[in-house]
């Protein structure tokens, strides 16, 4: 009886989302299976039951195309789903397939970069999922000349900050490329 007890009060914790950031393989709690990739696959942790249209991520200051090693500063935010009424608000996961990303002028301290080692992944930090206007300031590093188009993949997520207590928490992608 102590034992499913202790497994029982434990389940909460599992099916939360990370308030500090997050990127690599994770549990998708509506079935168990691995999520290799939370920026293409969606913040599952947050609501199993998909992408959600009532949340819109959006991507400000895109280049129309890139020059090959010039840095781009953009802004990433999080438009509606639940207000945020407790400590944290958002938070997102991006990865690019070329390049390198950063944080931009501004957000140092509420991104995370190179997650596990990742130079081509960002992350929100605790004091990131706590930006009450769910914006971000990134900063992505063009390759090399003739690497082709670069594709970012972002999952963004709306919270209401009470830790997984409610289902409220709403989360959608965006996907977008920019040819050399």
């Known amino acids: 009886l102590a034992a499913i007890m202790a497994i029982l009060l434990a389940l909460p914790g ?6 500090n950031g997050i990127g690599g393989t994770h549990v998708n709690n509506a079935d168990g299976e691995e999520i290799s990739d939370v920026a293409e696959m969606g913040c599952l942790c947050h609501n199993p039951d998909g992408a959600d249209n ?7 200051e895109v280049p129309y195309r890139y020059l090959a090693g010039q840095t781009y500063e953009m802004v990433l935010q999080i ?19 070329i390049g390198s990303l950063t944080a931009g002028s501004g957000s140092e301290n509420l991104v995370q970069t190179a997650v596990e080692g990742d130079e081509q992944t960002l992350t929100h930090t605790a004091a990131g999922a706590a930006a009450a206007d769910r914006s971000w300031t990134v900063a992505w590093t063009a390759p090399d000349s ?18 997984g207590a409610t289902n409220a928490d709403r989360w959608n992608h965006l996907m977008f490329a920019i040819p050399e």
């Open 14 to 19: 599992v099916s939360m989302g990370v308030h």
């Open 79 to 97: 438009i509606g789903g639940p207000s945020a009424d407790g400590t944290y608000a958002a938070g997102f996961s991006m990865r690019v397939n």
């Open 54 to 60: 009532e949340v819109t991520v959006l991507m400000a």
């Open 146 to 163: 003739e690497a082709g188009d670069v594709v970012f993949r972002v999952s963004g997520n709306s919270v209401n900050g009470d830790q």
